[in-house]
């Protein structure tokens, strides 16, 4: 009997963390981005474009991950005629390997 309300509580506890850790990259990015990337990542006033940005479509996932955790600002700054920078903790590390994951992905289609 133990045993059988253990295991109701293991699958109780596993169907309520796996949503909470799927990710979704295209969510995400409607949620957190389209602000300053726009809605398709054509780029805004406050954000340069993601879609045919040759830094997403050839660059290393390890780079485009390491912008979205850090930001971008200052001197670091890419695009100087943007007056606001990239901002960081915008997401977590899973987070963001799902964003890398839609923005070489789906996005460029
Ligand atoms: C407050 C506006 C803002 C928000 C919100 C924002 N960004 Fe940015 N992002 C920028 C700006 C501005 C830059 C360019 C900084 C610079 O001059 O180098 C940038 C740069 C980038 C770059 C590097 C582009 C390149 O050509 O080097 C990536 C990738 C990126 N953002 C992805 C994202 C993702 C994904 C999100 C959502 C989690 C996001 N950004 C949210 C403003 C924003």
Same mark, same amino acid.
């Given at each position: 009997? #133990? #045993?059988?309300? #253990?295991?109701f509580i293991m699958i109780g506890c596993?169907?309520?963390?796996? $949503? ?7 969510? @995400?990015?409607?949620?957190? /981005? %389209?602000? /300053?990337?726009? $809605?398709?990542?054509?780029?805004? $006033?406050?954000? =340069?474009?993601?879609?045919?940005? =040759?830094?997403?479509?050839k660059g290393k996932p390890a780079d485009?991950? *390491?912008?979205?955790?850090?930001? #971008?600002?200052? %001197? ?6 943007? @007056?606001?920078?990239? =901002?960081?903790? @915008? %997401? ?7 964003? %890398?994951?839609? @923005?070489?992905?789906?996005?460029? *289609?």
């Amino acid at each position: 009997m #133990r #045993r059988i309300v #253990r295991s109701f509580i293991m699958i109780g506890c596993l169907a309520v963390s796996a $949503p909470a850790l799927a990710a979704d990259g295209a969510k @995400l990015f409607a949620e957190k /981005c %389209v602000a /300053c990337h726009g $809605p398709k990542g054509e780029g805004t $006033p406050t954000g =340069p474009a993601q879609k045919g940005n =040759p830094f997403i479509t050839k660059g290393k996932p390890a780079d485009i991950k *390491k912008v979205l955790m850090e930001g #971008r600002a200052g %001197v670091a700054k890419k695009y100087p005629d943007i @007056l606001v920078g990239m =901002p960081d903790g @915008l %997401v977590s590390a899973t987070e963001a390997d799902e964003l %890398v994951k839609f @923005l070489q992905g789906e996005m460029q *289609k």
